[in-house]
């Protein structure tokens, strides 16, 4: 396979985990805990989708709102049912999101079964006009995705740099205590980040759904590889996992480069060079926790 074709496939997949890992950030950056159940909410909005499509007929645009919908209420609601209750500190919630992540995938195959699924949509062929100039073999489904995530992430550094919201929630993720008395509703600003976080977190199950196929285990199975790319950005800033996500992204696709190395080695390789770039940068590469 032509380099220029696993780099396109390396942004594709970047994409998928830049969407799962800014969530996976807002979490630990706000309410101060990293989440283990954020690979499974990912399969939820995955599973929210395909049932808008193909069992109720949505087209696939419409079901992919209803996905995100569903991952942002599933979030906000274990937030309210689990989380909240429990005061204890991160490492009693870390304990307790690994529970949740079992629920979901326990509810998703008692509902839908542990076989694999796909969308009732179109779009799997190449785009003869971008082969033929580039030799990329891209599905409209690749380019879909790609266009969908940039939309959804100048969307959110919009609302995190220019909106009311958004300063509020740089505030409590800096210091939650001096928002708190500084007269912002700490409360409001963590639901916001579980809307965000869990919308964000279904929309990378969708698009990874498109890309391969909708099955319980998937979000799982990608839970690693988003924490790689959280800390390799530096735990804590939203940024930086974007930076994290794509650099984890291209390294798990651009893998079968390296000689001697085959396919089945590829999230080795991402977290080999993960390592490797915290040996020089051990606070990541946007420096550590930092505003959202």
């Not at 891209?138 to 995530?149: E, F, L, M």
């Not at 390799?232 to 079968?256: C, D, K, N, Q, R």
């Not at 190395?261 to 946007?286: C, D, N, Q």
């Amino acid at each position: 396979m032509c380099a220029l074709q696993l780099v396109a496939d390396g942004v594709i997949f970047s994409c998928i985990i830049i969407l799962g890992s800014i969530g996976l950030s807002l979490v630990y950056d706000i309410a101060n805990f990293p989440n283990f159940a954020h690979g499974d909410l990912m399969a939820v909005g995955a599973f929210g989708a395909i049932t808008a499509n193909t069992v109720l007929g949505l087209p696939f645009v419409a079901a992919a709102v209803v996905g995100i919908g569903v991952g942002a209420t599933v979030g906000v609601a274990t937030e309210r049912v689990v989380f909240e209750p429990l005061d204890v500190g991160p490492l009693e919630l870390l304990i307790a999101s690994i529970g949740v992540a079992l629920c979901y995938r326990a509810v998703l195959i008692g509902g839908f079964g542990s076989d694999p699924r796909s969308y009732d949509v179109g779009g799997r062929g190449r785009v003869e006009a971008l082969h033929e100039a580039t030799g990329i073999a891209a599905s409209p489904r690749s380019i879909a995705i790609v266009a969908s995530t940039l939309v959804l992430v100048l969307s959110l550094h919009l609302l995190l740099q220019y909106t009311s919201l958004g300063r509020q929630m740089r505030a409590t993720a800096d210091d939650p205590d001096l928002a708190r008395v500084s007269g912002i509703r700490t409360r409001t600003v963590t639901t916001a980040m579980w809307i965000i976080g869990g919308g964000l977190a279904a929309a990378g199950g969708v698009f990874l759904g498109l890309d391969t196929i909708v099955r319980p285990q998937m979000g799982f199975d990608l839970l690693l590889v988003l924490f790689a790319a959280v800390i390799l950005g530096g735990i804590g800033s939203v940024y930086g996992a974007m930076l994290g996500g794509f650099a984890i992204g291209m390294a798990h696709e651009l893998t079968p480069l390296v000689p001697g190395v085959g396919t089945e080695y590829k999230a080795a390789v991402a977290f080999v060079i993960m390592i490797l770039i915290l040996l020089f940068r051990p606070s990541g590469i946007m420096g550590g926790k930092e505003s959202a």
